[in-house]
């Protein structure tokens, strides 16, 4: 299932390399932040552990698939709650879904101190994994990220 060197995606972190797999446990360390984590490998794939997708998956996702406008209205408590859900799931097009949600709200109303963490945690998160896959740098991946922004 996974090894040791793999680049994996860590829900709610982006981007994590596995150091070592001990018995029935994974050792991941997170590049941003330098978090390391240890998981049981029978658990992996509850918490939302994956590879990272290919760049054609990517693409589909952020450029060819448009983005479904979300609930969550002018109910900030729950729409917070809906964009942590999503950002656990593990899933980009979910974490990408979570930036377009805020940009976009950005846009017509100043986010709150909570909803622009929570916005820099899923760019983050989408930005790791473009970096990554396409191995560019961040200035590069965040061209890319704003680009397919603006199309969906």
């Not at 658990?43 to 479904?68: D, F, S, V, Y």
């Not at 990554?132 to 200035?139: L, Q």
């Amino acid at each position: 299932m996974f090894e040791q060197g793999q680049k994996i995606i860590y829900p709610m972190h982006g981007v994590g390399i596995i150091e070592s797999i001990e018995k029935e446990y994974c050792v991941i360390r997170i590049p941003y932040g330098n978090v390391r984590i240890r998981i049981p490998l029978a658990n992996a794939e509850k918490i939302g552990l994956r590879p990272l997708l290919q760049r054609e998956e990517i693409e589909t996702l952020l450029r060819e698939k448009p983005m479904q406008k979300t609930a969550g209205g002018e109910n900030w408590n729950q729409r917070n709650k809906e964009n942590i859900q999503r950002l656990k799931s593990g899933k980009l097009d979910q974490a990408a879904e979570v930036v377009k949600q805020l940009l976009e709200r950005n846009e017509k109303k100043k986010l709150s101190v909570i909803e622009n963490r929570l916005l820099s945690m899923a760019w983050q998160i989408v930005l790791s994994e473009i970096i990554s896959v396409y191995e560019i740098n961040r200035g590069e991946a965040e061209e890319l990220l704003a680009k397919w922004m603006k199309m969906g």
